[in-house]
Structures are given as structure tokens and as C-alpha cells.
């Protein structure tokens, strides 16, 4: 018990593991909030006005997470500015997949600072066309991503099949949780792709379509899988800046 809180803990003094902690929060309550306020017979009355009370929660955390992410430019410009054009990067695909990923994260955020902006009164713009250009950008970002992972994973499957034939067995093993570790990042993009999706405008395949429950739903598959991949110490490949790509995950105002 006391290891699980020093842990707990410990994620929560660091920003990215207390990003995570929100985020699984935000999500897991939109998830829970969801299906309470769909409820229907006995008690149904008391269910869905708990279950409002927790999409309540949900928003106001989507909105925490908007307003930390207005000092992430930084880190952003500092991660892209290292990677550059991807002179380490040894297969040419990946590192041409990774400068638009940057591109993509780097982009996302002043554009989401200005919808925020505009919501909270800062300036005079509509804020639509900038919670919508910010999610097209994330949702880039997450294409781009699975298409990494897609790549970097046909690229293992070659080194662990020399593996196999030089019978490397501690090289193999680390190739295999390499692997997990692309199958877990794909997943976890996926399901936030479907979110962004959700969030394009109406008539965009299944745009504005979710229920509140789904979202969640996907929302707390991804946020899972990222401490998940936090706890493993790393991550998988997608999204060139690592956890930047985690963090442009948006909830736009006109869902909370």
C-alpha cells in the first residue's frame, strides 16, 4: 500500500506523469458520467445527476489541461529544434514521417492558445475556426503517428527475424517488448483519432456521432495505455515529440 502512494506520488510531482493522472481522470469521468446520465429505471433520477456532476468534472479538467498546455511551446520547440531534419534517424521513411509530426505538434499549440484565448475573452476572434484548425492538427499528428509505428514495426519484424536466425536471445526479447511497445502506441492513437474525429464538423464521417460514454471511453483506453508506456519507462514511437503528441489532445469547448 505505502509503495502504491510513493508511487502515485511520485508520478504527480512530475508534470507529464500529472498530465497523465488528469488526463485518465478527465476521461475515465466522462466515461462513468456517460453512462449514469443515459440511466433509466429505479434511481434514475439520483444516477443522472450524479452522472452530470461527473461530465461537469470532465470539462472543468479538459480545461486545466488546455491552460497547462499554454507554457508547452517551449519543450515543443526545444524537442523539434534537437530533432531537426532527423540526421540520426537511420531509415529515411521515419524521419521524413517525424519532421511532419513536429510540424503538426509545433503547429497545434498556438493555434489552440488563440481558441482558447478568444473563449476566455482575451481577444476579439471567433474561436471555432481555431478549436477546429488545432484538432486537425492533432488529428494529423495521430495519422502520422500510427504511420510511424506501422513503420518502425515492419523495420523490427526484419531485425527479429535475423534475431531468430542468429539465435540472439536477449536481443530478441528486447525487439519483442519494442514491438508491444509500437502495438500499444498504435492502439492508444487510434483511439484518440476517433475522438478527433468526433470533434470535425458535422457530416466529416463520424463526426459529432459519439456519446458522451464513447468518448470517454476512447479517451481512458488511450490515457490507460500511456501510463502504461510511462511505468514501462518510455513509449512507443508515434508523434515525433513523444509525449507532445499525448499531450495535444484536445476537448474542445463546445463539448464541456
Known amino acids: 500500500m505505502q509503495e502504491s502512494v510513493e508511487s502515485l506520488v511520485s508520478l504527480l510531482e512530475s508534470y507529464r506523469g500529472r498530465d497523465k493522472v488528469i488526463r485518465t481522470v478527465c476521461y475515465g469521468s466522462q466515461l462513468v458520467g456517460g453512462v449514469l446520465s443515459r440511466g433509466g429505471g429505479a434511481g434514475a433520477e439520483g444516477a443522472s445527476r450524479l452522472g452530470n456532476s461527473l461530465l461537469l468534472l470532465s470539462a472543468q479538467l479538459s480545461r486545466c489541461r488546455t491552460v497547462l498546455r499554454l507554457f508547452d511551446d517551449l519543450a515543443m520547440l526545444a524537442y523539434s529544434s534537437s530533432y531537426g531534419l532527423g540526421a540520426g534517424e537511420e531509415d529515411s521513411g521515419l524521419r521524413c514521417i517525424s519532421v ?14 488563440v481558441a482558447w484565448a478568444a473563449d476566455a475573452q482575451l481577444i476579439r476572434v471567433k474561436s471555432d475556426k481555431w478549436w477546429l484548425v488545432s484538432t486537425v492538427l492533432w488529428g494529423a499528428s495521430l495519422l502520422l503517428g500510427i504511420l510511424r509505428s506501422v513503420r518502425v514495426l515492419m523495420l523490427l519484424r526484419r531485425k527479429l527475424r535475423r534475431s ?24 492508444s492513437s487510434m483511439a484518440d483519432l476517433s475522438n478527433a474525429v ?11 456521432r459519439f456519446p458522451d460514454w464513447l468518448v470517454g471511453l476512447m479517451g481512458t483506453v488511450s490515457s490507460v495505455i500511456g501510463l502504461i508506456q510511462m511505468n514501462d519507462g518510455g513509449g512507443g514511437s508515434s508523434g515525433g515529440g513523444g509525449d507532445q503528441s499525448d499531450a495535444a ?8
Do not use: I, K
Open 164 to 187: 531468430e536466425q542468429d539465435r540472439g536471445g536477449s536481443s530478441g526479447s528486447q525487439l519483442s517488448r519494442q514491438v508491444r511497445a509500437e502495438l500499444l502506441s498504435v492502439l
Open 198 to 208: 468526433h470533434w470535425m464538423p458535422p457530416g466529416f464521417l463520424w463526426a459529432g
Open 100 to 113: 511532419l509530426t513536429n510540424m503538426a505538434d509545433q503547429l497545434y499549440y498556438p493555434c489552440e492558445h
Open 249 to 256: 489532445s484536445p476537448q474542445p469547448h463546445s463539448e464541456g
